[in-house]
Structure formats: structure tokens, C-alpha cells
């Protein structure tokens, strides 16, 4: 069993940044990938951001592509989420998830074995 831990959520004025984390626990973690998605209320999550675990590679979503930068720590088992240029629709419960065994970057919930709690972010205008 895999426990995430996300924190560095918050409230911030749009233009500004905020820097997420997702610490990982529990069993040897040595996962496919990890990402993170977001759901605004009366939204369904969606993706935003995946990093292969043990190569440099990462797929973002359209609306964050450029603003946005996932990166990871291995030696801590944490992953980030750099976030700049924060717009009001940024704003949403930000999650984390692991992919344990995959084949290639997921986009999708389903390619996603363990998720954390969520962390509030709230851009205000």
C-alpha cells in the first residue's frame, strides 16, 4: 500500500505561484509515474500534469502547458507542482496520484493506482 501526502495549498492572487508537494510513503516505492489532477466544484477531476518516475519525461495539460512544471525528488519520494501565472480557473482541489505499473504517461483516473486526500488551491481575482 502506497499513502500520499500532498501539501502547499492555499490562497493566492492570480499572477502568483504556489508550489505543491506529494510525499509518498509505505512500501518500496519505485512507481511508473506520478501526476497530479484538480476538480473545481461542480467539475469533474481532471488531469494536469504526469513525470515518469525513473526518466525525464512529462505530459501537461493544454491549459496549464507553460505555466505549470512537475518535477520530482526521488531520493524523497515526493513529486512538486511548480504553478505560475495562477488564473481564478485555476482554482480547485489539487490531487496526487501514483501510476504503479504503467505503460506509458497516463492522462486518465483510471491509469492511476493510489491517490492523496487533496489540497485546497484558491486564485482570487
Known amino acids: 500500500q502506497v499513502q500520499l501526502v500532498e501539501s502547499g495549498g492555499g490562497l493566492v492572487l492570480a499572477g502568483g505561484s504556489l508550489r505543491l508537494s506529494c510525499a509518498a510513503s509505505?512500501?518500496?516505492?519505485?512507481?511508473?509515474?506520478m501526476g497530479w489532477f484538480r476538480q473545481a466544484p461542480g467539475k469533474e477531476r481532471e488531469f494536469v500534469a504526469a513525470?515518469?518516475?525513473?526518466?525525464?519525461?512529462?505530459v501537461y495539460a493544454d491549459s496549464v502547458k507553460g505555466r505549470f512544471i512537475i518535477s520530482r525528488d526521488n531520493a524523497k519520494n515526493t513529486v512538486y507542482l511548480q504553478m505560475n501565472s495562477l488564473k481564478p480557473e485555476d482554482t480547485a482541489v489539487y490531487y496526487c496520484?501514483?501510476?504503479?505499473?504503467?505503460?506509458?504517461?497516463?492522462?486518465?483516473?483510471?491509469?492511476?493506482?493510489?491517490w492523496g486526500q487533496g489540497t485546497q488551491v484558491t486564485v482570487s481575482s
Open positions: 496520484a501514483v501510476d504503479w505499473a504503467g505503460l506509458r504517461l497516463g492522462t486518465r483516473q483510471e491509469h492511476y493506482d493510489y
Open positions: 509505505g512500501r518500496t516505492f519505485d512507481p511508473y509515474a
Open positions: 513525470i515518469r518516475w525513473s526518466v525525464s519525461n512529462t
